[in-house]
Nanobody
Framework: QVQLVESGGGLVQTGGSLTLSCAAS????????MGWFRQAPGKEREFVST????????IYADSVKGRFTMSRDNAKNTVYLQMNSLKPEDTAVYYC????????????????WGQGTQVTVSS
């Protein structure tokens, strides 16, 4: 049974940094691309970043490019999202997700999701 557990969220001031983690279990981690998505109150879920199975390729949403860095450690079955220069508009619940397909910005390509971790950026 696949399980994705996010951690690392919290409250931070504008300009601050946070690192999110997502620990995966239940299937062979290195066989799956991973993604981060977020959903702010009253808004639809949006793509943040994705990383290939090996970790060699990443894609970022324009809104986070240059500020966020996604990485993975296949030995630890964990994916990370380093978030710098945080802005109030980054406030959302952040979800990690897993797909056997090629890494993708499209949520419907992902078949496993975590419960999410709240990130709040105060102005």
């Amino acid at each position: 049974q696949v399980q994705l557990v996010e951690s690392g969220g919290g409250l931070v001031q504008t300009g601050g940094s946070l690192t999110l983690s997502c620990a995966a279990s239940g299937r062979t981690f290195s066989s799956y691309a991973m993604g981060w998505f977020r959903q702010a109150p009253g808004k639809e879920r949006e793509f943040v970043s994705t990383i290939s199975k090996s970790g060699g390729s990443t894609i970022y949403a324009d809104s986070v490019k240059g500020r966020f860095t996604m990485s993975r450690d296949n030995a630890k079955n964990t994916v990370y999202l380093q978030m710098n220069s945080l802005k109030p508009e980054d406030t959302a619940v952040y979800y990690c997700a897993q797909t056997r397909a090629t890494y993708s910005r499209y949520a419907d390509r992902y078949d496993a999701w975590g419960q999410g971790t709240q990130v709040t950026v105060s102005s």
